[in-house]
């Protein structure tokens, strides 16, 4: 018999930069918690604030001039680098869209090396143009050609209609925002839902997992 696991789903959207910490995160504290499942569903962020009558940080005066300052220390304590993109915010459902679309075709490592891809955060890249996602994905992917197969793909009925169901499920969820995490404890499918790219600690702690702390030493360079 299997030994039961927990598991961690988490909801993001790339124009988010706590969703960015948030998968970079998770991604370097897994590699400590085995016995953990984690998966990344993209949803549409907009469309959760609004599922949840929330609105964005940055449309929020005092919470917007915050969150410079937070990024900028979040930034240096976990060594995870972060340059402000100068078209905020963008508009990411074609990249959630492709994200969806290399998830249904490639392996999870290959997946998720798509979602970790720092082209908006650090490299200032308009990930709202078809043509920079497609050459954004290309090298992980290999190939020009399947990146622009996979771009196309994005327009069918049914990758459109997944990046709706996710942001639906985070709602339902209780989600107000991202990134959010909804946990389950091995061997129970009660979930748990846990919010903010700060909230690893916690989670570690709930789950009985390891916690080295945000700082880069504690972990490989991601």
């Known amino acids: 018999m299997s030994t039961p696991r927990s598991s961690i789903l988490c909801y993001f959207d790339v124009v988010s930069p706590y969703s960015y910490y948030g998968v970079k995160l998770l991604n370097r504290y897994k590699a400590q918690w085995?016995?953990?499942?984690v998966e990344l569903r993209p949803v549409f962020l907009a469309g959760v604030f609004s599922g949840a009558k929330n609105q964005a940080p940055a449309h929020v005066a005092a919470k917007g001039a915050y969150m410079m300052a937070d990024l900028d220390r979040l930034s240096t304590a976990s060594g995870i680098p972060l340059t402000f993109p100068s078209n905020f915010p963008v508009m990411t459902v074609?990249?959630?869209r492709l994200l969806v679309t290399i998830k249904k075709n490639?392996?999870?490592?290959?997946y998720e090396?798509?979602?970790e891809k720092e082209a908006y955060w650090v490299e200032d890249k308009d990930i709202g143009q078809?043509?920079?996602?497609v050459s954004t994905v290309a090298p992980i992917l290999g190939s020009a050609e399947k990146?622009?197969?996979?771009?196309?793909q994005t327009s069918e009925k049914e990758i459109k209609?997944?990046?709706?169901n996710n942001t639906?499920?985070?709602i339902e969820a209780g989600a107000f925002g991202a990134p959010t995490f909804i946990i389950k404890k091995a061997g129970s499918d009660e979930p748990h839902m846990f919010f903010g790219s700060d909230r690893f600690e916690v989670i570690a702690s709930f789950l009985g997992l390891p916690y080295d702390g945000l700082a880069a030493k504690n972990s490989a360079k991601l």
Request: glycine letters at 0%.
């Open 94 to 96: 074609p990249a959630s």
């Open 34 to 37: 085995k016995n953990v499942d």
């Open 161 to 164: 209609q997944e990046v709706i």
């Open 147 to 152: 990146a622009a197969k996979y771009m196309q």
């Open 168 to 170: 639906n499920d985070a």
């Open 106 to 110: 490639e392996s999870v490592v290959t």
């Open 113 to 115: 090396q798509c979602v």
């Open 130 to 133: 078809q043509e920079i996602l």
